[in-house]
């Protein structure tokens, strides 16, 4: 196959659609949105790739999933369950293992590019 997925400009995408919560509220539930711009069902795992926003909020999460994330805006804390804290901003890339759980903090509106494999 030689066609290329491609979202340009994540950063700037204006109509992203509303979403289901990637976690369970703590206190008010954070307005979240998303447009994704590839999927792949496939027997080793599906595969979704596109950009994600969230308000800023508190979710608890109990990830299933593998996820490469790269910041695009905004400030976010995750707490993991053995107490470690990690200050992500603008620029930074991370991976949530599978398995992951802790407290999503966000502090001001978080946009990322991800890639999640289920």
Do not use: N
Not at 34 to 60: H, N, R, V
Not at 72 to 77: A, M, T, V, Y
């Amino acid at each position: 196959m030689s066609a290329l997925f491609v979202q340009k400009q994540p950063v700037h995408i204006a109509d992203l659609e509303s979403c289901d919560s990637f976690g369970e509220p703590i206190g008010a539930l954070p307005e979240q949105s998303y447009q994704e711009f590839f999927s792949c069902e496939k027997e080793a795992g599906d595969i979704s790739m596109g950009t994600w926003e969230c308000e800023p909020g508190k979710l608890q999460l109990d990830l299933k999933e593998l996820e490469f994330c790269h910041i695009l805006k905004g400030h976010w804390r995750l707490t993991a369950e053995d107490g470690t804290v990690t200050d992500l901003k603008a620029g930074d890339s991370f991976c949530f293992p599978r398995g992951w759980k802790g407290v999503s903090e966000v502090i001001e509106t978080v946009r990322k590019a991800y890639t999640m494999i289920i």
